[in-house]
């Protein structure tokens, strides 16, 4: 259970505390925030939070720190911590920085019970996706420590000469170096899995690590950081600091101490990226990946598809499949296809394994229904009849969307999936490249020929052939461009 048996020292009382120095630490601020349990919408537990009075100083703070609340120096001790930790780590040899993660994914492997108990409580993960995202993110804190030590034990040897004009009088080596303090800052969704996408990498080449989780997973994370710290990382290499991001964010992005920020959320995201100062940045924003829909299509193997990657987690994806453009010609078929298919989900509470669970807050379920809405009024058909309970939204097919509805080009993030008729595939690239994002998407053919100059005619990182936009397995590249993300391993093709 969470917050019991190794996770003891995690908690005191019924508020988890935060981690930083290699202990597990109550806030001075005294002050906690609720984490309401998506289901039941009642508080399931609480976590150490940076109060309002604190961002009321923070204009001082940025100026020249003369005002200092107890939360305040707290975070600013966790920034110093962080960097003498990171100079020792970086002389660490880069086995035994491995040798480290690898014991870190085999603890958090042994403990997913508890881990993805939390997933279900905080985000209402269904049963089994939880504990796969635990054993999935064991799996990729090993795959970094393995390939790190392969990678950052290359550099490079250049001779002068080879550049025109030169004699052979220079030699020049390179290898790679840390950058310093990284401050991670994951979403929801994939509160653990995309918190350790950023702490394995960062920590195998060298980095410390100051981990912001999401309100919302918080919970899950500070078990999962409790399991690196049961593999004996040394102290205040890695912190973990809870609170509101609308309340900590702004200090903790524009932290002088920080020198890259690793994020991956929604909007938020490029208002860090305007604020931040000239550090490295990683963002991994939002998508609205279309899945375009060819006449000669197996169509069977479209609707399964479209169920998996619209679907799955109820939408909460980022690479779900968000927009469907399909060929008129085939559209009524392909949506009865998808109809059947959707009337077979199951809908509930993640404890019970069900496909369609509660969405993560009241706020993401109003603004769905905001989307539903919009298509009503502007005349969309809808394949079922709209229902909602609380946070649980079943699963919606809205057919003839046009493009002056909102959810032609919103993300729901939400079981609520358009599709829009395209009278040519020219038609569907061009709605697919008027997006603002263009994270992944999917185009289904039987002709390969067509399938990859239309891939290549789609603007994003990554388009899928035959198959839902996805980003695992997790060591693919992944990148979006335009407002869906800068900074990582970028324009690759799947297929
Ligand atoms: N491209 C990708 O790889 C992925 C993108 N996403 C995108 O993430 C979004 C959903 O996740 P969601 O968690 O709602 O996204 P948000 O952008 O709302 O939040 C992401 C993280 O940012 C924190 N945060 C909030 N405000 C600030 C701030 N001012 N400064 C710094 N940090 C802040 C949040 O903390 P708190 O919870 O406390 O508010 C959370 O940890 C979708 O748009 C989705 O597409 C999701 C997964 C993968
Ligand atoms: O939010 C997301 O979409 C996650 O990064 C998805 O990972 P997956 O596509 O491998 O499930």
């Known amino acids: ?47 150490q939070a940076l109060g309002k009075s604190n961002l009321m100083k923070y204009e001082l703070l940025i100026d020249n720190f003369p005002t200092k609340t107890c939360t305040q120096e ?42 993805a108990e ?49 004699e052979r009088t220079k030699y020049c080596l390179t290898s790679k170096i840390p950058l310093g303090v990284v401050l991670a ?31 919302q997973g918080a919970v899950a994370c500070l078990h999962m950081v409790h399991c690196f710290h049961l593999a004996g990382f040394p102290k205040g290499l890695i912190s973990c600091i809870t609170g509101k991001g609308s309340e900590i964010g702004d ?3 524009m932290h002088p101490g920080v020198n890259c920020i690793s994020f991956t959320g929604g909007d938020t995201g490029i208002a860090i990226s305007k604020k931040a100062g000239m550090i490295p940045l990683q963002m991994e924003l939002g998508g609205k990946d279309a899945c375009i829909v060819l006449e000669d299509a197996d169509l069977d193997l479209v609707a399964a598809n479209i169920i998996k990657g619209g679907f799955s987690y109820s939408g909460q994806r980022c690479t779900a499949v968000k927009v469907v453009l399909v060929m008129e010609s085939v559209a009524d078929t392909l949506v009865e296809k998808v109809k059947s298919k959707v009337a077979k989900l199951t809908v509930g509470p993640p404890e019970d394994d069900c496909d369609i669970t509660p969405v993560v807050s009241e706020s993401s379920a109003n603004f769905i229904e905001g989307l539903v809405m919009d298509a009503k009024q502007k005349g969309a058909t809808f394949c079922q009849e709209y229902k909602r309970e609380g946070n649980l939204i079943w699963p919606l097919l809205l057919d003839h969307v046009r493009p002056d509805m909102r959810i032609a080009w919103e993300e729901p993030f939400g079981p609520v999936l358009p599709v829009i008729r395209i009278g040519s595939v020219e038609e569907g690239i061009h709605h697919c490249n008027a997006s603002n994002f263009g994270l992944q998407g999917c185009v289904f053919t039987k002709d390969i020929n067509k399938a990859m100059l239309i891939s290549d005619a789609m603007e994003t990182g990554t388009v899928q052939i035959n198959s839902a936009p996805a980003r695992g397995p ?22």
């Open 251 to 253: 200090f903790l992005t």
């Open 118 to 166: 939390a997933l279900i409580k905080e985000i209402a993960k269904p049963a089994k996706d939880a504990v796969t995202e635990v054993v999935r993110s064991g799996d990729l804190v090993s795959y970094c420590a393995e390939e790190g030590v392969r990678i950052l034990g290359q550099g490079a040897f250049l001779v002068s000469d080879s550049f025109p004009g030169n």
């Open 74 to 115: 707290e975070v600013n001790k966790v920034m110093e911590i962080a960097k003498a930790a990171q100079k020792s780590w970086a002389k660490t040899p880069l086995w035994k920085r491995a040798e480290l993660l690898h014991k870190a994914a085999a603890i958090l492997k042994e403990h997913k019970a508890p881990i």
């Open 1 to 47: 259970m969470a917050g019991s048996g190794v996770f003891a020292e995690v908690i005191d009382g019924d508020v988890f505390k935060y981690y930083a120095d290699g202990e597990w630490k109550k806030s001075s601020s005294g002050k906690s925030v609720n984490i309401v349990n998506p289901t039941t919408r009642k508080t399931q537990y609480k976590v």
């Open 185 to 215: 800052i994951p979403p929801f969704n994939y509160p653990v899995n995309l918190a350790v996408s950023k702490i394995a990498p960062a920590l195998i080449a060298g980095n410390s690590l100051v981990l912001k989780p999401p309100t």
């Open 474 to 495: 997790d060591h693919f590249p992944f990148q979006g461009i335009k407002d869906s993300g800068i900074g990582c391993i970028r324009d690759h093709k799947q297929h």
